[in-house]
């Protein structure tokens, strides 16, 4: 039911039931917040958005309130005004000030509100946060000394992560962000998903970066420095550069990175298309050979280190393959440098990807080959636009370039990957037509919902019936995956799991943002440009089959297995 | 596991989160402190991720997560000692230990705790090390406490 409620002398209508916060956003009313998330319940924490309630002696925490009948509300009175600045006073009390050398200059929500609540001077002087800066990830950066204690990040990786990698330790003015016993994130259970990083108000949390490494290598002049773009990242671009979905972004972004010194700029794409193969082809196996079922994708790096820190009894399940980037580097160390007659040590690859977990992936020690890594860099979306910004260089302005031989052409499956759901849909019409003599006439893949409201969609292919399922963001994932297990369900063969809620569109490597629009619009441009793909299925990508061709060799088989498979383990951490 | 640690585990048969506090409580007591490894093992115990129990234990005063010091000093926070000016006196120990309370130095010579109320408050202000008392205390009689202690400790080493 609606009701009025007085705002400022204004009326307004409100939903029963909501919060105040919420009503005057609704209504055009500005208030500021810091611990505010949408979807997550309030703790009235940072008391930014305190108002004046008419009758009320105390001011009230807007997030944390339901509207009432005949209220009347003043949001920017002089008392109002007057505390919400000396919170972010106080909040300013202990921080560095270093704004000039931060990376968050001119995105961080405490500049804005100093600028906001018009903070000229330090008025109070609050002690430093003792805690050294945590370098020990190989993907998240955390600078205690800037933090906040807004608690976002701690609520994002307990409530949707189901990590907990870190939390509140100690109380009142020693209160700080940390793992267990002030150890380092990378002896705790952080799975590297980045998602704290992504609501992070200020710098507190960053990419660990790798540009400088990147600078170097190509600085060297010795080293064939070789990029890879991931199909996503190209949304991402068009996106925040505003480039329409039809141009050939992956050109632009080629062609501003040869600006920069880039020997090659390949597209990811290209091993999107065979990854999806053989996860295919390894789903067909494992129905053939009543293997573990249901086959669970692995090609998402925070989800993969998720089960093998905390759900090692389901590590048969995952589906052995390489991820995209793994066979990209792979590909470029081996095939490519041998055909090149490059020494692969002289090669310097580098992933351009919307996710930050894929540095530790490039790191782990089974994705090396006689000590040289396959990817020896991993820039996230972030970086990239960090990187190419020191060359001044202006995308808009970039007439495309084509991605290089011979990893340029890609199908519609390569953009899917970018998306939840996308992938479950690319594997399924790849099994389809291994079942229906290689043609994908009559294929259908319609999306419903079971009754718990999780994704599932069942294919027809013959006399076969396929059920298929897809879920992101950790904890709705595990859950999803015990009950399937525990309801024994037979029905569903394939789940495709993406650490970040709605997949890479909204990977931790994206640009950050408090729009909540933004992966969905991401997305949809993935969805817009993959009408334009090179093929329409993964299979019909000739240079892909040409590689199998070439090791005599089909999806799945033993003999590209060196290229395109691996294994995965049990981790001890602290959990 | 220890096996007296699984005598502890015992009395908590119920494995819930509101055992959490109690059955930290009474490691603490049987124990003295809660090591890493422990804290570990109740995580693994409860279900509950060692970070947050690590958040838990260390919001309350009364957890240490290292064995005492040779020199274990409470400082007495109750009413009467703190106006009689127990801050000041912490604040000296403090500076001169370079610890926090719930901490221990380097050498494991001396360890810092801040309780409430021992009741003796007419002796006001107090500490207690080693279950004895040293009242009425000021700036000058704690300087001369340490110094002595440091002696004491130097002619144990030498002799
Ligand atoms: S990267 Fe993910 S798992 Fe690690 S601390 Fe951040 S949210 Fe938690
Ligand atoms: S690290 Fe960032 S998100 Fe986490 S509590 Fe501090 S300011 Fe908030
Ligand atoms: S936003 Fe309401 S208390 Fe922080
Ligand atoms: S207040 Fe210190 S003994 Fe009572």
Redesign the interface.
């Known amino acids: 039911m609606d009701f009025k409620i007085e705002v400022n002398n204004n009326l307004i209508s409100v939903h029963e039931g909501e919060t105040l916060l919420s009503a005057l956003w609704r209504n055009g009313f500005k208030v500021p917040t810091l611990c505010h998330m949408n979807h997550f319940s309030p703790t009235g924490a940072c008391r930014l958005c305190a108002v004046e309630v008419e009758g009320k002696r105390d001011l009230i925490t807007s997030c944390s309130y339901p509207v009432e009948k005949n209220m009347k509300v003043k949001t920017n009175s002089p008392r109002v005004i007057k505390a919400r600045k000396a919170l972010v006073e106080l909040l300013l009390s202990n921080h560095p000030d270093d704004c000039l050398y931060c990376q968050r200059n001119g995105n961080c929500e405490l500049q804005w509100l100093a600028e906001e609540m018009n903070v000229k001077e330090r008025k109070f002087f609050g002690e430093k946060n003792p805690d050294y800066p945590d370098h020990s990830s190989t993907s998240v950066f955390r600078d205690p000394g800037k933090c906040v204690l807004c608690s976002r990040c701690v609520r994002m990786c307990?409530e949707v992560q189901k990590?907990?990698?870190?939390?509140?330790?100690?109380?009142a003015n020693q209160t700080k962000v940390n793992?267990?016993?002030h150890k380092g994130l990378n002896v705790?259970?952080c799975i590297n998903c980045g998602q704290c990083i992504m609501v992070c108000p200020t710098a507190a949390l960053l990419d660990i970066s790798h540009i400088e490494k990147v600078q170097a290598a190509l600085d060297s002049g010795k080293k064939e420095v070789l990029f890879f773009i991931s199909p996503s990242t190209a949304a991402s671009v068009a996106e925040q550069v505003g480039i329409k979905s039809q141009q050939d972004i992956a050109g632009i972004i080629n062609a501003a990175l040869k600006k920069c010194g880039a020997d090659k700029v390949f597209n990811l794409g290209f091993a999107c298309d065979i990854n999806v193969l053989e996860e295919s082809a390894i789903l067909n196996d494992h129905m053939a050979k009543n293997l573990a079922m249901p086959l669970l994708s692995s090609c998402c790096p925070a989800w993969v280190q998720y089960v093998e820190e905390f759900r090692p009894e389901w590590l048969p399940f995952l589906a052995p393959s390489k991820s995209p980037q793994q066979i990209m580097g792979t590909l470029l160390k081996t095939h490519y440098s041998e055909k090149q007659k490059l020494n692969p040590a002289g090669v310097f690859s580098v992933a351009v990807m919307p996710c930050v977990g894929k540095k530790f992936e490039a790191s782990r020690e089974e994705m090396t080959r006689q000590g040289i890594s396959g990817v020896d860099a991993v820039l996230t979306v972030r970086e990239l636009f960090r990187f190419l910004r020191t060359f001044g260089i202006d995308l808009k302005s970039l007439a495309p370039l084509q991605v290089d031989e011979p990893f340029e052409k890609a199908s519609a499956a390569a953009w899917k990957m970018g998306y939840s759901g996308g992938k479950a849909e690319a594997v399924a019409l790849e099994l389809y037509k291994m079942n229906n003599k290689g043609s994908q006439d009559g294929f259908k893949f319609s999306v419903s919902k079971n009754l718990a409201g999780k994704k599932e969609t069942k294919i027809k292919s013959g006399k076969q019936q396929f059920g298929f399922a897809w879920t992101s963001g950790i904890e709705e994932a595990d859950s999803y995956l015990q009950q399937i297990i525990e309801d024994n369900r037979t029905d569903i063969h394939y789940v495709e799991v993406m650490g970040c809620p709605g997949g890479c569109a909204g990977g931790g490597g994206q640009p950050i943002s408090r729009n909540p629009e933004k992966p969905k619009n991401r997305k949809r441009l993935c969805q817009e440009m993959e009408k334009n793909a090179h093929f329409l299925s993964a299979g019909e990508n000739l240079a892909v089959m040409d590689l199998y061709m070439g090791k005599d060799a089909a999806p799945g088989s033993e003999k590209t297995g060196e290229w395109y498979h691996t294994h995965f383990r049990k981790r001890e951490v602290?959990? | 596991m220890k096996p007296e640690l699984d005598g502890i585990f015992q009395k908590f048969p119920n494995r819930q989160r509101e055992d959490l506090i109690p059955l930290l409580q009474q490691i603490q007591d049987d124990f003295g402190y809660l090591s890493?490894q422990i804290?570990?093992g109740v995580?693994e115990y409860l279900g509950i991720?060692?970070?947050?129990?690590?958040?838990v234990a260390?919001?309350y005063d009364n957890f240490r997560?290292g064995p005492v010091g040779r020199y274990h000093i409470r400082v007495c926070h109750g009413t009467a000692c703190h106006v009689a000016g127990t801050s000041t006196i912490l604040q000296e120990l403090e500076k001169q230990l370079r610890i926090k309370p719930g901490e221990t130095d380097k050498e494991g010579l001396f360890s810092l705790e801040v309780v409430s109320c021992i009741g003796a408050c007419g002796l006001a202000p107090l500490v207690e090390i080693n279950e004895e008392y040293f009242t009425h205390l000021n700036l000058e009689k704690i300087k001369d406490l340490l110094a002595g202690f440091r002696e004491k400790e130097q002619d144990t080493y030498e002799s």
């Open positions: 307990e990590v907990t990698a870190i939390d509140f330790i100690s109380r793992s267990a016993f705790s259970s602290l959990k | 890493n804290i570990t995580g991720s060692v970070n947050k129990i690590y958040g260390t919001f997560f």
